[in-house]
Every structure is written in structure tokens, then in C-alpha cells.
């Protein structure tokens, strides 16, 4: 039931509101349910392997998951393939700094790169909707 809540306010806030959803209710439950979520998580990475809180334990994959969400246009399906791709490009990157004695930061520069292509190709397409192949 709070699933239903959630993805009807997020459709349609006004419409949830006519079907007798309280958003701010379901807003709230929401905060709660994902803020244990990511404390269970954190706690079971403190306490699973080195029973210790690293200060750069996340390698900021917050924000890279953040960019495969965007490069796969939210699409579940596309994450899994935008994943990959990441994770090649992170691991080619690190082989590129380890290989050649590249510093950290062309890793990161090579995954922007990437991320700004896709980027510019999404603007315009939406800008120039008649030249896409799509039509």
C-alpha cells in the first residue's frame, strides 16, 4: 500500500490528493523507511568487515550511481547496462593510472568525458527532435 502512495503522489499530486492519499503522511513514512535503510546498510558495513568506520570507505558511489541512473534515463533496465559500462571505465581508468602512472584524477576525467557526451547527445536530440534518427 505505501508503494501504490508513493508512485501515485509522484504521478500526480493532485490526483492523490482527490483519491484521499495524505502526501505529506506518505512523505514522512518514506524519510523514515529509506533513512533505516541506509543506516542498516551503514552499520552493516561497519560492522561486516572491518569493524571500523574508514574515513573513504564509499569512494563517492553515491555520485556514480547518480550518473548511471541519468546515462540509463532512469530506466531499471538500462541501470544494469550503465552500470557496466561505468564499472569498465573504472576499472580501465584505474589500469590506465597503475600501467602507465597516470594520476587518479584522469580516471575521473575519463568518466566526465564519458557522462558529457551522453549528455550534449540527449540536448541535442531534445533540441532537434527532426534530425534524430528516431524519426
Not at 5 to 11: D, E, F, H, L, M
Not at 32 to 45: D, S
Not at 63 to 80: C, H, K, T
Not at 113 to 129: A, D, E, K, N, S
Amino acid at each position: 500500500r505505501l508503494g501504490f502512495s508513493i508512485r501515485v503522489i509522484g504521478a500526480n499530486a493532485r490526483a492523490s490528493r482527490l483519491a484521499g492519499i495524505s502526501a505529506g503522511k506518505v512523505t514522512v513514512w518514506t524519510f523514515l523507511l529509506a533513512g533505516a535503510m541506509a543506516g542498516l546498510a551503514g552499520a552493516v558495513i561497519v560492522q561486516g568487515r572491518d569493524h571500523a568506520l574508514l574515513q573513504d570507505f564509499s569512494a563517492h558511489f553515491g555520485y556514480i550511481g547518480i550518473g548511471v541512473a541519468l546515462v540509463a534515463r532512469l530506466n531499471p533496465i538500462g541501470i544494469l547496462g550503465s552500470a557496466v559500462i561505468f564499472a569498465i571505465l573504472r576499472v580501465g581508468s584505474n589500469s590506465l593510472q597503475a600501467g602507465a602512472g597516470l594520476s587518479p584524477s584522469v580516471g575521473e576525467i575519463i568518466v566526465a568525458t564519458f557522462v558529457v557526451f551522453l549528455m550534449v547527445g540527449g540536448v541535442i536530440r531534445f533540441q532537434y527532435p527532426e534530425h534524430s534518427d528516431a524519426n
